[in-house]
């Protein structure tokens, strides 16, 4: 009995004392992130005039009223059927087709099997975006690790399927297997070949290389990928072009410009991620259906996704100087009109308007157009901002509710002690017994409180250290020792 009870002493400590620790570097985690996610809001809401904040909070809270309303997080669609709509259309074709009398080949239909391969290469473009990334943290390493799993994991399930709807790329892989020396490294997941319909051969899709119209409908899926990527991209852009304006016009002094390039500079990343989309849907399509068919989807090229203006501004005291000289020459030589001359960077930019703000639903109103990129962007703003406040105040909960149970139990144990100490319907050895557990587990009880304390808040100094070094200017220090001290109140 009493190497039972020690084995449960031993697996309670052994359960308690690491989600300590896990929760302790949970909240530093949480309060930095949520820091960060405050400053990012603060800078696009103050971009924005009080009425329209208050216009577009009335949309969030009538979606939160009714999931089925509009999203105010997600951008709308005017440039033809988006990659979900045609999606919706592909499915309930060939469900009409199961009804006709056509068995399906799977359980897993060819509409999911080539969304499964079209979000295996989304993974892959998100993986190559995070390692582009110059100085890679700790966080984006451990991002970029998740994703990598998460897409062994999913390609393993695609392979299968491949065998059934696309036999051809089944020989390819065998044949591309065969080929490769023993000693070379696997690729990794972000360069491993998925061998849609689209990257096969002209020769090897036709006959029984792809099953029924599997290839039609990958066709159709990029068409409605380059679609949304194309919305994706001017909206980013519409709002990107806002946040420079602002910046340019607004700000002075480094720290409120370097906010704001960094928020320039996260919309480009951004819009890279939806540029490569775009790209890599159009190749396929093109090697599908060639050249001439879809002609309004043209080449992306880098001119296209550049804004006038938005070259770094140096924030320091010689370029505003240098600024306001230029703006004196100009009133001088009545050139300009008071407005500064153009930098190297933009005069060198091919003049035009780039053919992405004139295809099919670009032109629906430019300006109803920018105030709705806004208007999302300052909701997803928000929404981070909400989530990772009330995941910090979610995580200190959860650890005042652990104490709170270990101080229950201690008490629970107590009154036992009390209540066996009364009883007179045992023997006295009996009740000396009880006596003697039930003290035993009001001190274990007391000391692993102790230590869950300790071991949340040990060391106070390193965790605080911690927390700021991630960017913290807020309470952290003090919230840190409110919830770490023996004895700090627990609510």
């Known amino acids: 009995m009493a190497t039972a009870n020690a084995k449960g ?21 949480a309060i930095a992130e949520r820091a960060r996610q405050i400053d990012a809001f603060k800078e696009i809401n103050k971009c924005i005039p009080a009425a329209k904040r208050a216009e577009w909070q009335k949309k969030i809270d009538i979606f939160i009223e009714d999931r089925t309303s509009a999203s105010p997080y997600t951008y709308a669609n005017r440039g033809g059927p988006t990659e979900a709509e045609i999606r919706a259309s592909l499915k309930q074709k060939e469900q009409e087709e199961a009804k006709g009398g056509r068995a399906p080949l799977h359980a897993t239909s060819a509409t999911a099997f080539l969304s499964a391969g079209l979000q295996l290469e989304e993974t892959q473009r998100r993986i190559k975006a995070q390692l582009a990334v110059p100085n890679i943290t700790a966080d984006r390493e451990s991002k970029i690790h998740e994703f990598r799993i998460a897409f062994m994991a999913k390609l393993r399930k695609f392979r299968e399927l491949q065998v059934v709807y696309t036999p051809a790329a089944v020989r390819t892989l065998k044949a591309e297997e065969a080929k490769r020396e023993v000693d070379l490294p696997t690729p990794s997941p972000e360069h491993i070949r998925l061998w849609l319909p689209s990257e096969l051969p002209e020769d090897e899709r036709s006959g029984s290389g792809c099953q029924r119209n599997v290839v039609g409908m990958e066709a159709k899926l990029r068409q409605g990928q380059c679609s949304n990527a194309l919305v994706g ?21 480094q720290k409120k410009t370097t906010r704001a390039h960094t928020i320039v500079a996260q919309l ?5 991620v ?31 996704l550049t ?5 770094e501004r140096d924030p320091g005291e010689a370029a505003r100087s240098d ?40 032109l629906d109103g430019e300006e109803e157009g920018l105030h709705e990129s806004l208007r999302i962007e300052w909701s997803r703003a928000k929404a981070r901002k909400k989530r990772w406040e009330e995941e910090v105040e979610l995580l200190r909960e959860e650890m005042r509710r652990v104490l709170r149970y270990l101080e229950w139990e201690q008490g629970r144990w107590a009154t036992l002690k009390v209540d066996s100490a009364a009883r007179s319907d045992i023997t006295l050895e009996l009740r000396h017994g009880l ?18 304390r300790e071991e949340m808040g040990h060391p106070l100094e390193k965790a605080t250290a911690l927390a700021i070094a991630a960017g913290l200017e807020d309470d952290a220090s003090s919230s840190l020792e409110a919830l770490f001290t023996p004895g700090a109140p627990s609510s």
């Open 323 to 362: 600024r306001e000289a230029v703006k004196r020459m100009g009133r001088i030589t009545g050139g300009t009109h008071g407005q500064p001359l153009r930098s190297d960077a933009s005069a060198k930019k091919a003049p035009g308007v780039s053919w992405i703000w004139m295809a099919p639903g670009a």
């Open 9 to 29: 002493s031993m697996l309670h400590l052994r359960v308690l004392l690491p989600l300590a620790d896990a929760l302790r570097r949970k909240l530093i985690v």
């Open 268 to 272: 480009g990343e951004r819009v890279n």
């Open 233 to 253: 991209i001017r909206n980013l852009l519409h709002c990107k072009r806002h946040i420079i304006t602002f910046r340019n016009d607004n700000l002075g002094g």
């Open 307 to 311: 804004l006038e203006g938005e070259e």
């Open 274 to 304: 939806e540029a490569c989309k775009y790209r890599d849907a159009r190749a396929a399509l093109t090697h599908l259906k060639g050249r001439d068919h879809a002609p309004e989807l043209k080449e992306l090229k880098k001119g296209d």
């Open 435 to 452: 006596e003697a557990y039930a003290a035993k587990q009001v001190a274990w009880h007391r000391d692993l409180a102790t230590l869950f």
